[in-house]
């Protein structure tokens, strides 16, 4: 063999052995799951979308499981059934972390990687959490109302209490309106994952007259800002102030109305995509044991990612609408 050749043929095996290597790392037996609630909501179709492209680029299988209302305790179960086929890892966002925090610590005993995404669980063993800072996503939207009251008025909030991300941003919400003493919070309202009741709730508001009048309704989770603007947009109502969460087409419409006033935009595509492939790393780079790294100052871990939040009005609405309505009718 001429020296040539020697040449051309090491040079074709360095640049190919790295590809090969790379395939071989991956099998599809890796699965790795996603757990969520309320999943038919089109938020946890961003998610699970990019959860699974980044399964395709590796190569392993991936699963979205959940129930498809807000039902914690049915979160609960499908965990348990999940950390019992000893998946490769898991991503939850978590409903209820009094309920969960004993079963993440269960399957990290076990030697399963949990990451937690959009919703946090901090009190458990889990590796770290991937998500909006959600206490920066409530001062953002707090902000926001208290220069469109001009720092004066009631305001109501649509939430699902004990929901650790949703408490978070409506935390964020009250610090800022704390500098606010014009600015009164006069009711939190429960819709136990219904937007339905929300709807319901919101005729009650506009109702409400005098000193009572409520002059801003604060929805904290991505589905009840659309229904609560239908009202607004059915009665002809145009003196509140309506704020929503997320970026579904529903909702991006009615900002372009000007029904909602603004909605904070989160990037669950990138939680999905992004805990994927931290999970996968974890499973092929194992660290032993697994365990609660949260006071430890040399964890392999970083305690959190933040993925960020933008605040979207009808300066930028157009923008971002023919993108998410692209992604939701896929």
Not at 183 to 211: C, P, Q
Request: net charge neutral; charged share 25%.
């Amino acid at each position: 063999m001429s020296m040539f050749s020697r040449r051309v043929i090491f040079t074709l095996l360095a640049f190919v052995l790295p590809f090969l290597s790379g395939c071989t790392r991956h099998r599809k037996g890796e699965r790795y799951y996603l757990i969520a609630t309320n999943i038919g909501l089109p938020y946890w179709k961003t998610a699970a979308d990019g959860f699974q492209k980044a399964g395709l680029e590796y190569g392993v299988s991936t699963d979205v499981r959940g129930p498809m209302k807000f039902d914690p305790q049915a979160e609960v179960e499908e965990f348990r059934k999940v950390v019992a086929l000893k998946p490769a890892g898991i991503l939850v966002s978590v409903a209820s972390s009094q309920l969960m925090a004993p079963e993440i610590d269960s399957a990290i005993a076990a030697g399963i990687p949990v990451i937690t995404m959009d919703s946090d669980s901090p009190e458990s063993k889990r590796l770290y959490f991937i998500g909006t800072n959600n206490l920066v996503a409530g001062q953002l939207g707090g902000h926001r109302v208290a220069a469109q009251l001009n720092g004066k008025g009631n305001v109501v909030f649509i939430t699902n209490p004990g929901q650790p991300n949703l408490d978070e941003r409506l935390k964020g919400y009250k610090d800022v309106f704390s500098a606010y003493p014009g600015i009164k919070v006069v009711d939190v309202f429960d819709m136990h994952g219904d937007s339905g009741t929300a709807m319901d709730k919101a005729t009650e508001y506009l109702a409400r007259k005098g000193a009572d009048k409520v002059d801003a309704i604060v929805c904290l989770e991505s589905a009840s800002a659309k229904d609560v603007g239908e009202v607004l947009k059915r009665t002809n109502t145009k003196d509140r102030l309506l704020v929503g969460m997320d970026v579904q087409v529903g909702t991006l419409l009615l900002v372009k109305d000007g029904v909602v006033d603004s909605t904070i935009s989160q990037r669950p595509y990138t939680m999905g995509f992004l805990g994927l492939k931290a999970l996968d790393d974890i499973h092929h780079y194992p660290v032993k044991p697994l365990g609660d790294y949260g006071l430890d100052p040399f964890a392999p871990f970083p305690a959190s990612i933040d993925t960020g939040v933008s605040l979207v009005d009808k300066s930028n609405v157009d923008a971002l609408l023919d993108r998410v309505r692209a992604v939701e009718l896929q």
